[in-house]
Every structure is written in structure tokens, then in C-alpha cells.
């Protein structure tokens, strides 16, 4: 058990940002909404996933819909706390524990949020290790955990309670019935038991993405080399060096896709990579060799400063180096490969996991 | 009888004016010293241009200012407007309260009287719920003789400004016209939080764009000329002074756009880089169809972050009176400190004991400077290395503002350019043009006037074609309402960005229109 104030979460919003691959929208709404209410209610206690009980309820707290539309019309913040309530009502339980549905951008803050309101406990455990766009892409959804009974909350008092026959399913209402609520609600999904987090979640993520947040603000006091470092933390493997030339945005069906090429400077001189992103970065290969593929982690980083960049952040003339981190195991089975490998995505890759591709060990 | 304008850019060093006939050809031009209370440097600025150019006061008729008046007040948070902040938008919005996020002593200036009130839209234009107009009308009797300048923010005003609209017509019923009121949807696009800090700035420098454009408008009076004001702002093109009186933050990156219209002009191009030079600092900046490229992200003002267009530069500590220090073991380090504008008695070659990036050029020959004889004494070997870093610095500056590696033009300006060769890496040729020491001054008198305007548009429902159609021909509305010809009106910018996880096809839409200014406006005046 350990406490949680303003300066951890400035640092957990960097290493959410590096993990969120790309996506899962700017985490600074998040981090803002997470430090109002660290401000007003106080530091937030988080639980390793051994202090929680097996049979305790617990429940992510985390947004749906279009980012964009939560950088303009920002949560009230009872959304989080309505939803909850419903929840709770509904399973006549109450509910433990929060903890995040995933490591990335704005839902990677959002649990502290809700959390130093209520006074509940994070738990340090997600389902993705990393940030995806879909509702089923969660390690829990590959063990067989319903996302229902779920609850979406908007800010005018509406909630809907969603009982549904499978996940793909609670995905499409769920996305039909946000779009009239206004584009963006606070939901309840995967609600669980402590024995289901335990076996299904990924375990110490916040302590990862402090450890991330922390190494990179350090790095200059310290003199040390910020990306080195994160590769250190992270056990990962640096797949790029090169300059932003082109990128390529569309949006289809909902999401934004495109590419980005890089230049390569250094060592990978007289290279071109070409990396592919869905809001997340998904596939990284130059003319010759596929570096780095989903589900395994694809970050972009600050030549510089060693601090993430979104697929929105990527522009012209920027100095990047492009990392890959191995993904969960639990991503690297055949259900896992197939809920967020490269062909659900629509590349026609096969999916080898990052360090074989580079041809090294994994560290960690 | 010739007609004749006036340039003038406000720096934080140096105040720079020109006198420009009607062909845009540099009648007369000077560079003094910013005075503490700016207003003294322009007087001395303009009367300086004006006597040495011997062109009656009558055919004068433009001025254009370029100023960092609002800037320094946002900085210094120095001769601040009294305001409210209000924004409409609860329930939703609560969780992050306006001002949270900007650095505190701004947040006490600034936050003294906040309210959120029921109100504002959803992304496709519906309310979110309706508009609390009791509690505008309460909010204004409170707020009546404790604040001059208050402003609006809705949620999703950039959609629909419905509310923020009643809203003004509301403190305008109760408060009448001595307050100034500042809409959100008329200075930012979506991103609520770095909206509503823009139009907060906004409504706390409107007395300080005031008295700077009294103090302008007077000075010229004084001088005995009639002409029409106009004020540089950030993207490069002309506003009224009735316009920066009510939007003065649009002002605020107006000098180091200024110096890349200048270059443009000058260096006869459309497309290039700008180097510019000054005594502490070189501004790379990208120009593209005369106008500089903008930066994509978020952009702070005195610490509060703002989603502003503004230019993207890269600026690096170098500059002409940049310090020079060479150890014993023939190590050195150039910067990132300056002399400043104390250059003419600091470096060496003016009789100064510090060695500054100048005396390193006028000790190696590339310029010709002061007294040499000062510097000839150092190793020169040594200072060809340091010359060679200096080069290669700005040779980085550049290449990490290209978008591919083709060679590209570059023009050197401001007063420090002196120092650079005309040979760059990365770069097609290297032009140094005439006049480029008042590059912004020009620039800020040869600008064009324009009209933009961000939305979103569902284009599942409208189409891609005739939501940018309707785009457009709002822009050029604006630009024609700002005093642009209609005749010369051109499409400089479009922008459409899909707004991911939204069905419907929901985009924003960003459409600059451009033109000279209208020939009526001169015929009226002239």
C-alpha cells in the first residue's frame, strides 16, 4: 500500500503516454482532472493486486468515445462516481477497489480521478500493459471475463446499464448509445473479483509507468541518456533513429489511420521506416525488415527530451527514436494474436514477437 | 503624390521602423532602442524615418504596428485588465475548473471572480443542456464596477456560439459598453481548456492594447499624420485597431512573423527558411506560399498553455553578442549567455574585454567590424573552430525545420546575420538581401489582411466538398470584414483534420483567406 500525490501522477502521465503506444488520446485532461481532485479530496491510496481480497468487486474506471470530444467537453466528474453507484446497485455489492483498464493516455488517469473522490483504493494492475482502441481487446476478455453488466454515465444524469450475450456486442451499443449521449461518457465495465484481477490482469503497471515517468524527468539532473534509460526500465529495444519526412493521416471507420516515415540519422542512415498507426502505433518496418508488430509496443520518443509522442504529435522535422517493447505473454497466445495481432488490424503480416525480429534477448 | 506607409516592430531590444513608398521600396529605415515605456521608442522610431525621408506628412497613409506590449503585460503580469471568468458549460467541465494548470500567481491575478454556468453544446451542435441566463444576469450584477473586462467560454463554441453570444448580450444589457466582453469562439479552436486560457489572456491585456494603440494613433497625430492604424498580428496579416482592441492576444507572436513576411519580401520567395540573427538569439522559421508555418502544438503564453496557431520556430542561443570562452586546453563553448545590445561596448573589437561571436568572425576576415587590429592576436586556428561550430549550429536549426532533405533556399535577416557565410548546408542558395536589419519592420508594413475560421462540419451529412465550399467563403467574409479587397482575396491555408472515434465523419475544417488591403479603405483616407 503506498500513497499516491501530484507528483506521482505527473510522472505515472509520462509512462502512460509511452505505454499508450501512440494513442488513447493526450492524458493531460486526465492528469488535470486527477491532480483537481488529488487537490480537493487528497493523495490516493494505491493497493498492490496481493493486498486485495479474492472475493472483493472491483471495477476499471475508464472513458469511451472520441477523445477529442473529452478535451472540449470535459467530465463533470460525477459521471465516473454515477456510473459506480448504478453499478453497485445493480450487483447489489459494493464495489472495493478501481484500478485501470489500461496503460494509456487519458483512462490510465482517469481511476485516480474517481478514486480520490470516493475514497477508494487503485489497484496497481491493468488489462493491456499497453493502450488499445476496442472494448474486447483486454486480457481479461481473452480469460473469458464479461465486460457486462457494464454502465455508461454521461454528465447530463443519464446512465444505461448494458446486460449483453458477448463483448463485440456490448462494444457496438455501447459506441451507438455514447455517440447520443454527446461522443465521450464515463463507463463501468469488467467488473470482477479480486481472484479474476489476480489471474487476468497485468500486474504493477502504475509502479512501471512511474519508474518511466521518473527515469525520464531525471535523466537531465542525472546526465544520463533519458531513452537508454527507459530501455533499461522497460526492457526494450531500440528499433529507429530518424526524422519525421512524411505522414499520412485518414480517418476510416472512426479511427484515425495513417502512416508515418521516418528518415534514418545515424546508424540506420539511407533507411526508411514506415510505421503504421489505428490511434495506436501498430507496425514498424523499413524496405528490408519488419521491426515491430502489435501487439507487441511500439513507442516514439523525443530525440531530445526522450518524452512520448502521440500519432497526433508526430509532425514534420521531428527528431524521434522509435522503441519496441515485448508485450504481455498473455498477448503472445493464439487467442491474444488473434484479438489484437496484425491481421485483426488488417496487415497482412504474421506476428513474430519484437526481440526475434531485432535479433536480441529480452531483458526483463 | 505618392502614398507612403509606415512599418514599425516593437522588440524586446530593438524598435525597428521603416517608410515604405507605394511600390513597397525602403524609403528611409532605423533601429533604436526599446524604451522601457515602448511608447518613447516609437515616437523616436517614427520621427526618425520621417525626418530623414523628406516625404510629405500628407502621402503617409498607413501605419502598421508590430508590438509586444501585450506579450511583456502577460509576462511581467504588469498594467493587467480587472476581469471575470466565465464559463458555460456545467454540469459537464467541472472535474477541471478554469485556471487549473497555468502557473499560480497568474491563477490569483486572473481568478478572482470564476463561475461556471449551466449551458453549452454537444460536438454535433446540440445543447448539452439549455443556456442559465438567471444566473448570467446574477453573475453580471456581482461583477458590476469590480471587474472592466470579463471573459466568455462555451463548451463547443467553435460549433455553435449561440451561448456565448447571449451571454455577451446579456453583461452588455447590465454592464453596458465600458466592459469589454471576449468570446472563446472567436479566438481558439477546440480544446476547451487551452481556449478558454487564450481568451482569459485576451480579456486581461485589452487596456494594455489600448493605450498602446492611443499611444500610437497619437504619436502619429503629433507627427501630423493622418493615417490608417492597423496592427501586425500573429499569423502575418493586418487587423483594424477597433479589431486589436478587442482581440489584442493575436498580437503577441507578431515579431518574429513580422521578420519572416520581411524576409519574404526581401528575398523575393515564397517557400525558405528564415534564419534570423539578432544579438542573443537566432529564429529559425519555415516559410510556405509567404506565409509562416505554423506550429501543431500547444503553445504557452506566461505559462498557461493556449492552442494558438502560432509560427514554428526553433530558436537557438546565438546571436551576435553571444559570449565566446575559450579554455586553456583550447576547449571552448559558445553561449548560450550574450552581451545583448551592450555588443558596442562589450566585445573586443569595440575596445570590450569579452570575446562574442562577432570578434570571432572580424578575427577569421568574414566581416568587417569594428577595429580587427583587437583581435588579431587570437589563435586563429582555434577560432576557425569555433567559427565552424557556429556554422553548424544554425545548419542543424535548419535542417530540423526542413520536411525532406532536398535543398532549400534560405534568407538570412536581422541585425546578427552579418555573421553567417552565404554558404549552408542543406541549403540551395543563402541570400542576404538589402535592408534585411529591419525585416520585421517591412514585414510589418507590407502585410495583407485576412479572414479565418475553424469548424467542424459532419461531413456524412454535408460532404467533404461543400463543407469546405462553406469554409471558404466564411474566411473570406472575415477577410472582406477586416478590410481585405475581395478582388485580391486568395485561399492561403486549408486544413481538415478527422476527428478520430466519431462516426458521422465529424472533421475540423481551418480556412485562412488573404488580400491586399481594400483600395477604398485608401481612397477614404487618401
Same mark, same amino acid.
Request: glycine share 10%; net charge negative; aromatic share 6%.
Given at each position: ?37 488529488i487537490?480537493e479530496h ?5 493497493l498492490?493486486?496481493?493486498?486485495v ?12 468515445g ?7 467537453k470535459i467530465?463533470?466528474?460525477e ?5 459506480f ?9 459494493k464495489?472495493?477497489?478501481t484500478?485501470?483498464i489500461e496503460?494509456?493516455?487519458?483512462n490510465?488517469m ?17 488489462g ?14 481473452l ?31 455501447a ?11 464515463m463507463?463501468a ?10 489471474e487476468?490482469?497485468?500486474r504493477n503497471?502504475?509502479k512501471l ?5 521518473r ?7 542525472n ?9 533499461k526500465?522497460?526492457?526494450?529495444f ?11 493521416r ?11 516515415t ?11 521506416l ?7 502505433h ?22 531530445e ?5 502521440t500519432?497526433?504529435?508526430i ?7 522509435v522503441i519496441?517493447?515485448?508485450?504481455h ?5 493464439e487467442k491474444?494474436i ?5 491481421k ?9 514477437p519484437?526481440e526475434e ?7 526483463k | 503624390?505618392?502614398?507612403y ?5 516593437v ?26 515605456d ?5 515616437y ?6 520621417i525626418?530623414s525621408a ?21 509576462v ?6 480587472k476581469i ?15 485556471l487549473?494548470g ?9 481568478g478572482?471572480y470564476?463561475y ?9 451542435g ?29 463548451v463547443?463554441?467553435?460549433?455553435s ?6 451571454a455577451?448580450?446579456?453583461?452588455k444589457?447590465?454592464l ?12 481558439? +479552436? @477546440? *480544446?476547451l481548456l487551452?481556449? &478558454?486560457? $487564450?481568451t #482569459?489572456?485576451?480579456a486581461?491585456?485589452v487596456?494594455?492594447?489600448?493605450? =498602446? ?9 503629433d ?6 492604424v ?5 499569423d ?11 482581440y489584442?492576444?493575436?498580437?503577441v ?5 513580422n521578420s519572416?513576411?520581411?524576409?519574404s519580401?526581401?528575398?523575393?520567395l ?5 534564419v ?25 503564453i ?13 530558436s537557438i542561443g546565438?546571436?551576435?553578442?553571444t ?6 586546453n583550447?576547449?571552448?563553448?559558445i553561449?548560450?549567455? +550574450? @552581451? *545583448?545590445?551592450?555588443?558596442? &561596448?562589450? $566585445?573586443? #573589437? ?10 570571432? =568572425? ?11 587590429s ?11 573552430s ?10 542543424e ?10 535543398p532549400i ?9 552579418i555573421?553567417?557565410?552565404?554558404e549552408l ?10 535592408h ?13 489582411v485576412?479572414?479565418q ?17 462553406s ?5 473570406k467574409?472575415?477577410a ?5 479587397d ?6 492561403v ?10 462516426p ?5 475544417v481551418?480556412?485562412k ?7 477604398k ?6
Amino acid at each position: 500500500m503506498r500513497e499516491i500525490g501530484k507528483q506521482e501522477i505527473e510522472d505515472i502521465a509520462v509512462g502512460a503516454a509511452l505505454l499508450g503506444t501512440g494513442g488513447g488520446g493526450d492524458p493531460y485532461i486526465g492528469k488535470l482532472m486527477a491532480l483537481q481532485a488529488i487537490e480537493e479530496h487528497g493523495p490516493v491510496t494505491v493497493l498492490d493486486l496481493d493486498e486485495v481480497p479474492d472475493d472483493a468487486l472491483v471495477v476499471p474506471s475508464s472513458m469511451m468515445g472520441a477523445p477529442t470530444v473529452m478535451l472540449e467537453k470535459i467530465p463533470s466528474g460525477e459521471e465516473a462516481i454515477e456510473a459506480f453507484q448504478k453499478l453497485e446497485e445493480y450487483l447489489g455489492k459494493k464495489i472495493y477497489a478501481t484500478f485501470p483498464i489500461e496503460a494509456g493516455g487519458v483512462n490510465s488517469m482517469l481511476p485516480f480521478a474517481l478514486a480520490a473522490r470516493l475514497g477508494l483504493p487503485v489497484i496497481d494492475a491493468d488489462g493491456m500493459g499497453r493502450a488499445f482502441p476496442e472494448l474486447q481487446m483486454v486480457t481479461f476478455y481473452l480469460d473469458g471475463i464479461s465486460a457486462t453488466p457494464a454502465v455508461i454515465a454521461d454528465e447530463k444524469g443519464n446512465t444505461a446499464v448494458l446486460s449483453t450475450i458477448d463483448n463485440v456486442w456490448t462494444e457496438r451499443i455501447a459506441r451507438a448509445a455514447t455517440i447520443q449521449m454527446g461522443g465521450s461518457v464515463m463507463n463501468a465495465m469488467y467488473s470482477m473479483t479480486g481472484k479474476n484481477l489476480k489471474e487476468s490482469g497485468i500486474r504493477n503497471i502504475l509502479k512501471l509507468e512511474e519508474e518511466i515517468g521518473r527515469t525520464i524527468r531525471l535523466a537531465k539532473a542525472n546526465n544520463v541518456n533519458a531513452i537508454q534509460e527507459v530501455l533499461k526500465t522497460v526492457g526494450g529495444f531500440e528499433l529507429f533513429r530518424g526524422k519525421v519526412t512524411d505522414i499520412n493521416r485518414k480517418t476510416e471507420t472512426g479511427f484515425a489511420r495513417g502512416v508515418a516515415t521516418f528518415e534514418g540519422v545515424g546508424e540506420y542512415k539511407n533507411e526508411t521506416l514506415q510505421l503504421r498507426f489505428q490511434n495506436e502505433h501498430l507496425l514498424a518496418q523499413t524496405e528490408k525488415r519488419l521491426l515491430c508488430v502489435t501487439p507487441d509496443l511500439i513507442a516514439v520518443l523525443d530525440a531530445e527530451t526522450g518524452l512520448p509522442i502521440t500519432t497526433e504529435g508526430i509532425r514534420y522535422g521531428s527528431r524521434c527514436v522509435v522503441i519496441g517493447i515485448p508485450c504481455h505473454p498473455k498477448w503472445r497466445t493464439e487467442k491474444g494474436i488473434e484479438t489484437v495481432g496484425p491481421k485483426y488490424f488488417g496487415y497482412d503480416v504474421d506476428y513474430i514477437p519484437v526481440e526475434e525480429l531485432v535479433h536480441k534477448e529480452v531483458t526483463k | 503624390m505618392g502614398t507612403y506607409r509606415i512599418g514599425i516592430d516593437v522588440g524586446g531590444t530593438h524598435t525597428d521602423a521603416v517608410l515604405l513608398d507605394e511600390n513597397n521600396k525602403v524609403i528611409s529605415e532605423t533601429k533604436s532602442s526599446t524604451t522601457e515605456d515602448v511608447a518613447t521608442g516609437i515616437y523616436k522610431a517614427m520621427n526618425e524615418i520621417i525626418t530623414s525621408a523628406k516625404v510629405s506628412r500628407e502621402d503617409i497613409h498607413y501605419a502598421m504596428l508590430g508590438t509586444t506590449h501585450c506579450t511583456n503585460a502577460i509576462v511581467e503580469r504588469k498594467g493587467l485588465n480587472k476581469i471575470a471568468v466565465v464559463r458555460i458549460g456545467a454540469p459537464a467541465t467541472l472535474a477541471v475548473k478554469p485556471l487549473i494548470g497555468v502557473p499560480e500567481e497568474l491563477r490569483e491575478t486572473l481568478g478572482k471572480y470564476v463561475y461556471l454556468v449551466r449551458g453549452g453544446h454537444e460536438f454535433d451542435g446540440r445543447e448539452i443542456v439549455s443556456l442559465d441566463e438567471e444566473h448570467l444576469y446574477k453573475i453580471a450584477e456581482e461583477v458590476k464596477g469590480k471587474v472592466d473586462s470579463i471573459a466568455v467560454t462555451s463548451v463547443f463554441s467553435p460549433v455553435s456560439r449561440d451561448h456565448e453570444e447571449r451571454a455577451r448580450d446579456i453583461f452588455k444589457e447590465v454592464l453596458g459598453e465600458a466592459v469589454a466582453i471576449s468570446l472563446s469562439s472567436e479566438i481558439g +479552436s @477546440v *480544446g476547451l481548456l487551452e481556449r &478558454e486560457n $487564450a481568451t #482569459i489572456l485576451n480579456a486581461s491585456v485589452v487596456n494594455v492594447a489600448k493605450t =498602446a494603440a492611443d499611444g500610437f494613433i497619437n504619436a502619429l497625430k503629433d507627427e501630423g499624420i493622418e493615417a490608417n492604424v492597423f496592427f501586425g498580428q500573429n499569423d502575418g496579416t493586418l487587423m483594424s485597431v477597433e479589431y486589436a482592441v478587442r482581440y489584442p492576444i493575436f498580437t503577441v507572436a507578431c515579431g518574429p512573423t513580422n521578420s519572416l513576411r520581411g524576409a519574404s519580401y526581401l528575398g523575393d520567395l515564397s517557400d525558405a527558411i528564415v534564419v534570423d540573427v539578432g544579438g542573443t538569439t537566432s529564429d529559425v522559421g519555415v516559410l510556405i506560399n509567404s506565409f509562416p508555418r505554423e506550429s501543431s502544438l500547444e503553445v504557452e503564453i506566461g505559462g498557461a498553455r493556449t492552442n494558438f496557431r502560432m509560427p514554428d520556430l526553433i530558436s537557438i542561443g546565438l546571436g551576435g553578442g553571444t559570449i565566446v570562452r575559450i579554455q586553456e586546453n583550447g576547449d571552448f563553448t559558445i553561449g548560450p549567455d +550574450s @552581451v *545583448g545590445y551592450r555588443l558596442p &561596448e562589450k $566585445a573586443m #573589437i569595440f575596445g570590450g574585454d569579452t570575446l562574442t561571436t562577432t570578434d570571432v =568572425a572580424v578575427a577569421l576576415g568574414k566581416i568587417e567590424l569594428g577595429d580587427s587590429s583587437k583581435v588579431a592576436h587570437l589563435d586563429k586556428e582555434l577560432l576557425n573552430s569555433v567559427y565552424l561550430k557556429i556554422v553548424e549550429l544554425v545548419e542543424e536549426a535548419i535542417d530540423k525545420m526542413k520536411t525532406s532533405a532536398d535543398p532549400i533556399p534560405v534568407i538570412l535577416v536581422g541585425g546578427g546575420s552579418i555573421l553567417l557565410p552565404t554558404e549552408l548546408k542543406g541549403a540551395s542558395k543563402v541570400i542576404r538581401p538589402e535592408h534585411s536589419g529591419v525585416a520585421n519592420a517591412i514585414g510589418s508594413a507590407i502585410s495583407q489582411v485576412s479572414g479565418q475560421i475553424e469548424k467542424i462540419y459532419l461531413l456524412d451529412e454535408i460532404g467533404r466538398e461543400k463543407a469546405l465550399e462553406s469554409a471558404k467563403s466564411e474566411a473570406k467574409a472575415e477577410a472582406i470584414n477586416a478590410g481585405a479587397d475581395p478582388n485580391s482575396l486568395v485561399i492561403v491555408d486549408i486544413e481538415d483534420v478527422p476527428l478520430a472515434y466519431l462516426p458521422g465523419n465529424a472533421t475540423r475544417v481551418r480556412v485562412k483567406a488573404a488580400g491586399e488591403l481594400d483600395r477604398k479603405v485608401e481612397n477614404a483616407v487618401g
